[in-house]
């Protein structure tokens, strides 16, 4: 009996020191949503011109990580 007593009032104690949770509030921008058919034009543009502007297509390929890393953004 002294033992449910005591589980009781620890289990009571612990509910009584369990910090305070506060909502997590993001601040990370909506990601705007493509068509699949979009993406897949877009893919094939950026495949078009690789060889003729790389420092833009390495740019495009870059915000495509990032737009990634922003939807896993809390």
Same mark, same amino acid.
């Given at each position: 009996?002294?033992?449910r007593i005591l589980?009781?009032?620890l289990?009571?104690? *612990?509910c009584a020191?369990?910090?305070?949770v506060e909502?997590?509030?993001?601040?990370?921008?909506?990601?705007?949503?493509?068509s699949? @058919?979009?993406?897949?034009a877009?893919?094939?543009e950026l495949t078009?011109?690789?060889?003729r502007a790389?420092?833009v297509?390495?740019?495009i390929? @870059?915000? *495509?990580a990032e737009r990634?890393?922003l939807?896993?953004?809390p």
């Open positions: 009996m002294r033992y589980a009781a009032a289990l009571v104690a *612990g020191m369990a910090p305070k909502p997590v509030v993001s601040s990370c921008p909506p990601v705007r949503q493509y699949q @058919d979009f993406l897949n877009a893919a094939d078009e011109i690789r060889d790389p420092h297509a390495q740019m390929t @870059d915000y *495509g990634k890393a939807k896993a953004c």
